[in-house]
């Protein structure tokens, strides 16, 4: 029998449901950029890789202004996060070479948000076959590169925005 390991979930699916302090706000007013996994930090907006990613390269595009909808979003912020949306498309594509990317935002909890209130976009690189039995059967993702080694890549090359 074969086991697959992937501990950095449990921390997720055992975690409070609720958190005290919202966690983007956390990391933004945090100067740990390396223990945040925040990749880059624009004017308006940082980006950040998902701690419980869906595949490599997970990465998010969060307002520093903690803001629950893109209605209530300044245009200038909005601005930056496509901006932002279309450098993580190119970074990813560099470094990845994905075949496809799923972009976009989940605006509450019955739209599938895992931070509930704060608004952020979601830049996943998709490759076939990496959607499988696991995620579905197994309420587990399988992941080949484990979150340091990609935040290292890719902070590498944001280093050139």
Request: aromatic letters at 10%; proline letters at 5%; glycine letters at 6%.
């Amino acid at each position: 029998m074969d086991y697959l390991w992937s501990p950095w979930r449990f921390r997720y699916i055992s975690g409070p449901k609720t958190e005290r302090e919202c966690v983007f706000c956390q990391i933004a007013a945090s100067s740990d950029d390396e223990r945040n996994l925040v990749v880059h930090r624009a004017k308006h907006n940082f980006v950040v890789l998902n701690r419980f990613p869906y595949s490599t390269g997970h990465l998010m595009i969060v307002p520093y202004h903690h803001v629950a909808a893109l209605a209530d979003n300044t245009e200038e912020n909005s601005a930056e996060m496509m901006h932002l949306m279309r450098r993580a498309e190119f970074l990813l594509g560099k470094v990845y070479h994905p075949e496809g990317l799923n972009m976009g935002i989940n605006l509450g909890a019955s739209a599938g948000a895992g931070v509930v209130g704060h608004l952020h976009m979601h830049v996943v690189p998709r490759w076939p076959g990496d959607a499988n039995f696991m995620t579905t059967v197994a309420e587990t993702r399988v992941l080949p590169e484990d979150l340091e080694t990609t935040y290292t890549k890719l902070r590498t090359e944001c280093a050139h925005w």
